[in-house]
């Protein structure tokens, strides 16, 4: 039994020494080994997620679009912010306000339509008449009238309004007393007259020490305007939102407006001779 297991070792010894070692393999020539295990490897698909998108990787067509589209969205907003602003004003304003302003618009586009069609008219005439030159004479008459009216040369009656400005603080300037003539004007006054003073298109209004000059002509408060035109037209441009009597009352004056289905404008101003321009027709 000793000699046999003695021999059995001997044969088990020489097994395990013919037995090959652990071979660790050679990698071939221009490769290179294996990497090894990113650490990433345990981090959940959220992870990895967030790691693929920061930082961000950004290219220069994505850069010029972005810009782009920056551009674009200011523009926007500036132009939403001026539409805002313009509009301001109407969204504070009361409901009857707009109405009366809506109502001013239309006046203006009918009168405009008014005149549009007297002028036709005219043409029709002068083209039917059998006595063209007679027509034409009458016309030309007629149209002499209006323009003596306009540029203050005749004195004219019809219906209108009288506005009365009290000044007892001495605020009211001549740029205030500007706004109403402008705002009469657009209301489609034909004839305005202040304090004496006839109002015509090359009116000017200055400031002094001695208070405010029409044309040279020194008037004084309380302010009295004269106007012939339309008065449901001319009383509501007055007292829009914002405008001259609003305006007149933030100076603390006071500011009267009466309707009248008779206003006489009898101020005269003189004819006066252009000293350059001529008639197209010499």
Request: charged residues 25%; without cysteine.
């Amino acid at each position: 039994m000793t000699e046999s297991n003695e021999h059995a070792g001997k044969a088990g010894h020489r097994l395990r020494a013919e037995l090959p070692q652990e071979v660790t393999p050679v990698p071939a020539p221009g490769t290179e080994p294996n990497p090894a295990p990113r650490g990433d490897a345990g981090l959940t698909g959220r992870q990895r997620l967030v790691q693929g998108l920061w930082p961000p990787r950004v290219t220069r067509a994505q850069l010029i679009v972005a810009l782009l589209l920056f551009g674009l969205g200011f523009g926007l907003a500036v132009q939403v912010a001026s539409n805002s602003d313009g509009d301001s004003a109407l969204r504070g304003a009361r409901q009857e306000d707009l109405v009366r302003i809506l109502d001013e618009l239309d006046d203006r586009t009918q009168r405009l339509q008014d005149e549009k069609q007297g002028l036709e008219a005219q043409r029709d005439e002068l083209e039917n008449s059998s006595d063209q030159a007679e027509e034409a004479r009458k016309q030309t008459i007629e149209k002499e009238r209006q323009l003596g009216i306009l540029a203050g040369t005749v004195a004219a009656q019809g219906p209108g309004i009288t506005m009365t400005i009290t000044d007892p603080h001495g605020t009211v300037e001549s740029k205030h007393l500007l706004d109403a003539v402008q705002e009469l004007r657009a209301a489609g006054a034909e004839a305005i007259q202040v304090n004496g003073v006839r109002i015509v298109a090359s009116t000017y209004l200055t400031d002094s020490d001695e208070g405010v000059s029409v044309d040279g002509n020194k008037i004084d408060a309380p302010y009295r305007f004269k106007v012939i035109g339309k008065p449901q037209d001319l009383e509501p441009a007055l007292n829009i939102p914002g405008g001259v009597v609003q305006t007149l009352e933030k100076e603390q004056a006071t500011v009267t407006v009466e309707r009248s289905s008779k206003i006489v404008v009898d101020a005269l101003r003189a004819a006066k001779q252009p000293d350059y321009a001529r008639s197209s027709s010499e």
